[in-house]
């Protein structure tokens, strides 16, 4: 039976690919997946064809938006998926396509799928390394645009560590209450204003700040590398 499905998953989006919808089943067999006992593998698969131009469309063109929009939330809650698979996902799909075009000193950087999934693995198991007595650390970000920022953020997600971004516009008394009721663990500086915010604080001896610059500007921080 998991075959066949597979067989039938991998049909509909050739479908899609040649734009032929018309002959989709692709409602039907998603509403089969959440009726029936069905692996991860399989949801995940049509999650992967859901976010297909061609998919979206035909959904658009048949009036199926909100049908659609209650298929894909309650697959995305039985199949537990999450940001770690969708990147996964697009880095096997996509893999040297660019994800990002990074604007450095007025030339452009381009950063695949392939590497930005690499990138946030890496980071990942960073993350991981600051864990206690098995327990997991809580992550504060206060930082400007900048790609190190979004790797945090992305391997937060993907790896399940609670994140806690901090507008910069922020006082630091706002931060201060923010850090103090999320229960951050270890902030995340980025960009002079992140960096000043955070040396103006000096009530919070237990937070460990980390600097995502090139430069450690931060006077209690420690190296991103």
């Not at 923010?178 to 229960?183: G, L, R, T, V």
């Not at 951050?184 to 204003?193: D, N, Y």
């Not at 000043?196 to 420690?222: C, P, T, V």
């Given at each position: 039976?998991?075959?066949?499905?597979?067989?039938?998953?991998?049909?509909?989006?050739?479908?899609?690919?040649?734009?032929?919808?018309?002959?989709?089943?692709?409602?039907?067999?998603?509403?089969?997946?959440?009726?029936?006992?069905?692996?991860?593998?399989?949801?995940?698969?049509?999650?992967?064809?859901?976010?297909?131009?061609?998919v979206s469309l035909?959904?658009?063109?048949?009036?199926?938006?909100?049908?659609?929009?209650?298929?894909?939330?309650?697959?995305?809650?039985?199949?537990?998926?999450?940001?770690?698979?969708?990147?996964?996902?697009?880095?096997?799909?996509?893999?040297?396509?660019?994800?990002?075009?990074?604007?450095?000193?007025?030339?452009?950087?381009?950063?695949?799928?392939?590497?930005?999934?690499?990138?946030?693995?890496?980071?990942?198991?960073?993350?991981?390394?600051?864990?206690?007595?098995?327990?997991?650390?809580?992550?504060?970000?206060?930082?400007?645009?900048?790609?190190?920022?979004?790797?945090?953020?992305?391997?937060?997600?993907?790896?399940?560590?609670?994140?806690?971004?901090?507008?910069?516009?922020?006082?630091?008394?706002?931060?201060?209450?923010?850090?103090?009721?999320?229960?951050?663990?270890?902030?995340?500086?980025?960009?002079?204003?992140?960096?000043?915010?955070?040396?103006?604080?000096?009530?919070?001896?237990?937070?460990?700040?980390?600097?995502?610059?090139?430069?450690?500007?931060?006077?209690?921080?420690l190296n991103w590398?």
């Amino acid at each position: 039976m998991q075959q066949d499905l597979e067989k039938r998953i991998k049909h509909e989006e050739e479908l899609f690919r040649k734009n032929k919808p018309d002959d989709s089943n692709l409602i039907e067999l998603s509403q089969e997946c959440l009726s029936t006992n069905v692996n991860r593998r399989a949801i995940h698969a049509i999650l992967d064809i859901g976010h297909l131009q061609n998919v979206s469309l035909y959904i658009v063109s048949k009036n199926l938006t909100d049908t659609w929009f209650n298929i894909l939330l309650r697959l995305i809650k039985k199949s537990n998926y999450h940001v770690g698979h969708m990147l996964n996902q697009r880095s096997n799909r996509y893999g040297n396509d660019i994800a990002f075009n990074i604007m450095n000193e007025g030339k452009i950087k381009s950063l695949s799928y392939f590497t930005l999934w690499s990138l946030v693995k890496e980071v990942g198991r960073s993350i991981s390394a600051l864990e206690q007595d098995h327990q997991k650390p809580i992550i504060g970000i206060l930082s400007n645009n900048q790609l190190n920022c979004v790797l945090v953020d992305l391997a937060c997600l993907a790896f399940g560590y609670r994140v806690v971004p901090i507008p910069l516009n922020a006082t630091k008394e706002h931060v201060s209450f923010i850090i103090k009721h999320s229960e951050i663990t270890h902030l995340f500086l980025g960009g002079k204003k992140g960096n000043d915010i955070w040396n103006d604080i000096n009530e919070i001896q237990l937070i460990k700040a980390i600097s995502m610059d090139e430069l450690d500007r931060s006077s209690k921080g420690l190296n991103w590398e």
